[in-house]
Nanobody, 126 residues
Framework: VQLQACGGGLVQAGGSLRLSCAAS????????MGWFRQAPGKEREFVAA?????????GYADSVKGRFTISRDNAKNTVYLQMNSLKPEDTAVYYC???????????????????WGQGTQVTVSS
């Protein structure tokens, strides 16, 4: 599985961006999908994740809850991260990831994810 993330950019505080992550292969719907981010000098951290198939379970880091929304379109093999009310502290490289080892839920741990995209830079200016 190959993941290609895009949609990053430079935005002012309070603005919005939508990240997309397109996956290759025929089994996208069976993967839980997650978004993680890494700011300079910091460890990679969980942002959001969505369960396989219908995506009925979704989870968010406390720092983005109420501002970010994760969704998936299995017909397009794509997962999205809608980011609203962006803050300077959201500045980071954002990575999408796929977890093939789950059936109904998602994980917040990067260790559980098997495939990773290349990352897309999000910069929020104050």
């Amino acid at each position: 599985v190959q993941l290609q993330a895009c949609g990053g950019g430079l935005v002012q505080a309070g603005g919005s961006l939508r990240l997309s992550c397109a996956a290759s292969g025929r089994t996208f719907s069976s993967y839980a999908m997650g978004w993680f981010r890494q700011a300079p000098g910091k460890e990679r951290e969980f942002v959001a994740a969505i369960s396989p198939y219908t995506g009925g379970s979704r989870g968010y880091a406390d720092s983005v809850k109420g501002r970010f929304t994760i969704s998936r379109d299995n017909a397009k093999n794509t997962v999205y991260l809608q980011m609203n009310s962006l803050k300077p502290e959201d500045t980071a490289v954002y990575y999408c990831a796929a977890d093939r080892g789950t059936t109904y839920y998602y994980s917040r741990s990067s260790d559980e994810y098997d495939y990773w995209g290349q990352g897309t830079q999000v910069t929020v200016s104050s």
